[in-house]
């Protein structure tokens, strides 16, 4: 029931750029050929490494806006998809293959220099830093939800849903 009204309300702010839906999931990801995207409440406490990577190679702080700026980063694979050159789109789906026999900080490191994931953050950096009182005010409504959520102890149901 919740992560309905989550669902709701994320895909409602999604809308405006372009997204088809936003659902609950297991993981943040965007799917172009059905223009939708999932997202996750229960990634905050693991990505600790991944936001302090972010941080350091773009110089910025984006643990305060963690939830919004992943849900934006999806939302840049979106409006960047279009730019990425086919030679980059090769380069990719190579990389995407050899990432996952890396060793974990290696495959992070790896992941963030790709041509797609450098776009989508960019964009999204560049989006809070020209947007910081919507992206802060969005991060907080969704906040609310989400700590409605784990209060009610209703994250169960979600994790039941996603399993």
């Known amino acids: 029931m919740y992560s309905t009204t989550l669902d709701k309300h994320i895909t409602k702010y999604c809308k405006k750029f372009g997204i088809a839906k936003a659902t609950c999931s297991d993981e943040f990801a965007y799917f172009p050929a059905t223009e939708t995207l999932t997202y996750t409440i229960f990634q905050f406490t693991t990505d600790k490494p991944f936001i302090e990577l972010i941080n ?4 910025v702080n984006i643990a305060p806006f963690y939830f919004i700026f992943s849900l934006l980063h999806e939302i840049g694979h979106h409006i ?3 730019e990425l050159t086919d030679e980059e789109m090769e380069n990719e789906l190579f990389a995407r293959t050899v990432i996952p026999c890396l060793n974990e900080n290696e495959q992070m490191e790896a992941y963030i220099n790709l041509a797609a994931e450098d776009m989508a953050t960019s964009w999204a950096i560049d989006y809070i ?3 910081l009182k919507e992206c802060w005010e969005t991060q907080k409504r969704f ?5 409605h959520i784990y209060k009610k102890k209703s994250f169960q149901k ?3 849903k996603l399993t």
Do not use: E
Not at 56 to 59: D, G, L, P
Not at 143 to 147: C, E, N, V, Y
């Open 129 to 131: 830093d020209s947007h």
């Open 56 to 59: 350091k190679k773009y110089n």
């Open 158 to 160: 979600v994790l039941t």
């Open 143 to 147: 906040m609310q939800i989400i700590d």
């Open 80 to 82: 960047t998809f279009d």
